[in-house]
């Protein structure tokens, strides 16, 4: 009847789940690979209704921080991973998602309206690229691209994050293709042929 649904606490508990589980074998030598090539910090995330869970993220030395990171919530309207993901709903689930959605400004550039956010989801629909221009913090940068599966669904975002100065306008670009391959690779690994 879909009167019940499961929350974001149990999906949270849950995080051992199959895919889940295999988002985190499967991905963290990835995410290392790119954070070795990058020297930036590198993560995976998942959504659970309106929240982004980190399921793994590596820091910028490549030192896997899962014991303090696992299961982390970040704000869908201030992260690249988060308006990645967002950017995957549909128009009725997204219009359901931002009826209770918290804008709090983080930043002075933090997107903080639901006309600005779909704006911008409307952009990384066609680029099937996110950014987070120091919107969560002020010296912090993201990129964010799509993970997908065998069906073609959008099962993650990967992103990477580094300083405003050394993720400048300048390395963006490399950035960006470098996270894109790392991507391609995780999703190959959950049966995406391309």
């Known amino acids: 009847s879909k009167r019940y649904l499961v929350g974001s606490k149990i999906f949270m508990l849950a995080a051992g789940a199959m895919n889940e589980n295999a988002l985190l074998l499967e991905g963290t030598p990835v995410l290392a690979a790119l954070s070795d ?3 930036e910090a590198t993560h995976l995330a998942v959504r659970s209704n309106a929240e982004i869970v980190l399921v793994a993220r590596m820091a910028a030395k490549g030192m896997l921080q899962m014991s ?3 299961g982390a919530v970040r704000p869908p309207h201030a992260t690249a991973i988060g ?3 967002l950017s995957k709903c549909s128009d009725a689930e997204l ?3 931002m009826a209770d959605m918290d804008f709090r400004a983080f930043t002075d550039s933090t997107i903080t309206t639901k006309a600005k956010l779909r704006r911008e989801l409307a952009d990384i629909r066609k680029t099937d690229v996110a950014h ?3 919107e ?5 940068r993201c990129i ?3 993970v997908y599966d065998f069906a073609g669904r ?3 975002a990967m992103g990477v994050s580094g300083p405003v100065w050394r993720m400048g306008e300048d390395v963006i670009a490399q950035r960006t293709e470098e996270l894109k391959e790392a991507a391609l690779t995780l999703s190959k690994a959950h049966g995406a042929s391309s």
């Open 68 to 70: 303090e990171r696992t």
């Open 144 to 146: 964010a691209v799509p």
């Open 83 to 85: 308006k990645l993901l």
């Open 132 to 134: 987070d221009r120091c």
């Open 136 to 140: 969560l913090d002020p010296d912090v």
């Open 154 to 156: 959008c099962v993650a």
């Open 37 to 39: 090539k990058t020297g």
């Open 95 to 97: 219009d359901h998602l």
